[in-house]
């Protein structure tokens, strides 16, 4: 069974209060309301228990519902944000600052009902788990003599673009894959895969040090050679290094060259 939200409705003038709360009991989605005559009160309640949302009129004295929407939109948890008024040319500033819908008095109940339903839809949204991701590419398959290895993507050091194709530099050897390298950075990037260089993808937590060339440019030194590193991607190599050190995501060397 669906649970019925809990709202608060805001206005200023009475009988306008009376007329959305009772619209708003009378609805099916609705189970408890919740009534303010003015910011200061609609606030004080906000904060003392859970809403599922805030029905706000917009001109009110000593705090507007815009200011007081700005105010909710800080929280860390706030109520969802429905105004209720009889101006139109504020509709910009109230989605602006996060509302799910505008009600133009005198509100009909047709149009309540599609407001609770964007409500109810909004904090569903909120509250479902984040699907799992996905892990692209785990391992890459490899053609070799007529039989297929798969090269796992955890013993790739870094890669080298050669075209339409890459090669796959690890302990065991350098593989051949065809596969463009921006391809292979899209599916790897979220695994601690950097681009550092035009042709070269570099597995961060493979990096034993940083070395200066012959000519003063940089190179990221593996287990199984260097790579260089463009002027370009150096700053957001070192801020890579840095982050993966602070998470520990480094391997002592004798288990990378396992």
Do not use: C
């Amino acid at each position: 069974m669906t649970r019925r939200m809990r709202v608060l409705a805001v206005d200023d003038v009475a009988p306008a209060l009376a007329e959305l709360s009772r619209m708003l009991r009378e609805s099916p989605d609705v189970g408890d309301v919740a009534e303010a005559g003015d910011p200061i009160t609609a606030l004080r309640l906000i904060q003392a228990g859970p809403l599922d949302a805030v029905f706000l009129d917009i001109s009110m004295p000593a705090m507007n519902g815009l200011e007081l929407g700005s105010l909710l939109a800080r929280m860390t948890d706030p109520p969802v944000v429905v105004f209720v008024t009889a101006y139109e040319e504020h509709a910009a500033s109230a989605y602006g600052i996060g509302a799910v819908d505008y009600l133009l008095k005198p509100v009909s109940a047709e149009r309540l009902a599609a407001a609770l339903a964007r409500v109810r839809r909004f904090g569903a949204a909120e509250t479902a788990p984040a699907p799992a991701p996905v892990d692209a590419l785990p391992a890459v398959p490899v053609e070799l003599a007529g039989r297929t290895r798969f090269v796992r993507r955890d013993d790739v050091r870094f890669v080298e673009a050669h075209g339409d194709y890459v090669r796959l530099h690890t302990p065991s050897g350098a593989h051949l894959v065809r596969i463009p390298i921006s391809r292979l950075e899209e599916h790897w990037q979220h695994a601690g895969f950097s681009r550092v260089h035009r042709s070269y993808l570099l597995a961060v937590p493979a990096v034993r040090e940083l070395r200066s060339d012959l000519s003063g440019g940089l190179l990221a030194h593996t287990d199984v050679g260097d790579v260089p590193v463009s002027r370009r991607h150096a700053r957001e190599l070192r801020e890579h290094l840095l982050e993966a050190a602070t998470r520990g995501a480094f391997e002592p060397p004798a288990q990378r060259a396992r």
